[in-house]
């Protein structure tokens, strides 16, 4: 139904919305304010209403949802179907949903406790975000981590230490 407003009946409206009258919607438009009840009358029976400020809130309310609409996160088709490459052990997804649909049951399928289930826990926490895909196995990504783990420990200490020492030479 507002697809049948032309920009003049949708104009007069969003001033209707913002509070103005005939008068001061004629003043800002340069039309008559008989022109421009006119054009407000007509689009109240193109939206089947007959109060000029319901029909401004019909069309406010429809804008806004477009503009929502507009930036609304359109992402569950795709995390659905990461989910499904990663589980199915594929670091990339993107092939994946336009090659071939992988039927491995689901994470929650599988007890935690179990090797396979702890390994698909620690595949989708560690999802490739951009770039090429490893090729490491399982113990080799655990391998990794545990360097990373390390490093961050001695850089950690070693700033605590320079610390130490700076506030021990301060006083």
């Given at each position: 139904?507002?697809?049948?407003?032309?920009?003049?009946?949708?104009?007069?409206?969003?001033?209707?919305?913002?509070?103005?009258?005939?008068?001061?919607?004629?003043?800002?438009?340069?039309?008559?304010?008989?022109?421009?009840?006119?054009?407000?009358?007509?689009?109240?029976?193109?939206?089947g209403?007959?109060d000029?400020?319901?029909?401004?809130?019909?069309?406010?309310?429809?804008?806004?949802?477009?503009?929502?609409k507009?930036?609304?996160?359109?992402?569950?088709?795709?995390?659905?179907?990461?989910?499904?490459?990663?589980?199915?052990?594929q670091?990339?997804?993107?092939?994946?949903?336009?090659?071939h649909?992988?039927?491995?049951?689901?994470?929650?399928?599988?007890?935690?406790g179990?090797?396979?289930?702890?390994?698909?826990?620690?595949?989708?926490?560690?999802?490739?975000?951009?770039?090429?895909?490893?090729?490491?196995?399982?113990?080799?990504?655990?391998?990794?981590?545990?360097?990373?783990?390390?490093?961050?420990?001695?850089?950690?200490?070693?700033?605590?230490?320079?610390?130490?020492?700076?506030?021990?030479?301060?006083?």
């Amino acid at each position: 139904m507002l697809s049948k407003l032309d920009e003049t009946q949708k104009l007069c409206l969003r001033l209707v919305h913002q509070g103005y009258t005939s008068e001061q919607i004629a003043q800002q438009t340069h039309l008559s304010a008989g022109t421009v009840d006119q054009y407000i009358f007509r689009a109240n029976a193109i939206l089947g209403v007959t109060d000029r400020r319901e029909a401004a809130r019909l069309l406010a309310t429809a804008e806004h949802q477009a503009q929502l609409k507009q930036f609304q996160l359109r992402s569950e088709d795709l995390a659905g179907q990461t989910k499904i490459a990663l589980i199915a052990g594929q670091g990339d997804p993107l092939p994946a949903m336009s090659s071939h649909i992988v039927n491995e049951p689901t994470a929650s399928a599988v007890p935690l406790g179990s090797a396979r289930g702890l390994a698909g826990a620690i595949k989708r926490a560690l999802a490739v975000v951009g770039g090429k895909p490893h090729k490491m196995n399982f113990r080799q990504k655990l391998l990794a981590m545990s360097w990373v783990a390390l490093a961050t420990g001695g850089t950690l200490s070693a700033l605590v230490a320079i610390g130490y020492w700076l506030n021990h030479l301060m006083s």
